[in-house]
């Protein structure tokens, strides 16, 4: 059971192109976080006494050495995959700093949490277990892989452009939605085959 005297989360998704990102560690841990901020268009600097092959071949800034606080500097988000007790130290260097830590399988030494994610024709889908059962939000993200439908980047075209007719002739925010879901019904009433 979570303690209740800890506020729930807000859910954010972070733009991080041309960001700087500090990844610290270079283990397996390290290599699986890699890809997702080098495709999210971060600039990743990598901090750790020695790094795998997935680390040393891609085009990040490797500073082969243990962490120092200064790393932290300039950096928009750090995600911590090193040992306990260095994660410890970087969540104190960057909280000083005013930066967020997602420290990788240790929830207590990170102040962000990533969830499992679902992408899918520009729909961005997370869940989260607030760090506590990470494996619990994967099977969860899977589940949600079977009930969002591939053509739902339609439904996203749709929306874009309702958006704009609804911007420009000034609907009110609360009448939006339904207006909406009677463009999505005719959608996908378009798309649906009757029986004979």
Known sequence: ???PSEAPLFPVFLKLEGRKVLLVGG???AVAKLPGLLAAGA???V???EVR???????VVTLLRPFQPEDVNGAWLVVA????DVNREVLAAAEARGV?????????HGSVYTGGVLRRGGVTIAVSTEGRAPALAGLLREALETVIPEEVGDWVEAGAALR????????PMGERRPLLLQALNRLYAGRVEVPS
């Not at 092959?53 to 085009?59: K, L, R």
């Not at 967020?100 to 207590?108: H, Q, S, W």
């Open 100 to 108: 967020f830590v997602n420290a990788v399988d240790d929830p207590a």
């Open 53 to 59: 092959d997935g680390i040393g071949s891609a085009p």
């Open 164 to 171: 704009e007719e609804q911007r420009r002739a000034r609907v």
């Open 81 to 84: 995959a090193a040992p306990a």
């Open 47 to 49: 901090v750790a006494p």
């Open 27 to 29: 283990g397996r841990v």
């Open 1 to 3: 059971m979570s303690d």
């Open 43 to 45: 600039l990743v600097t």
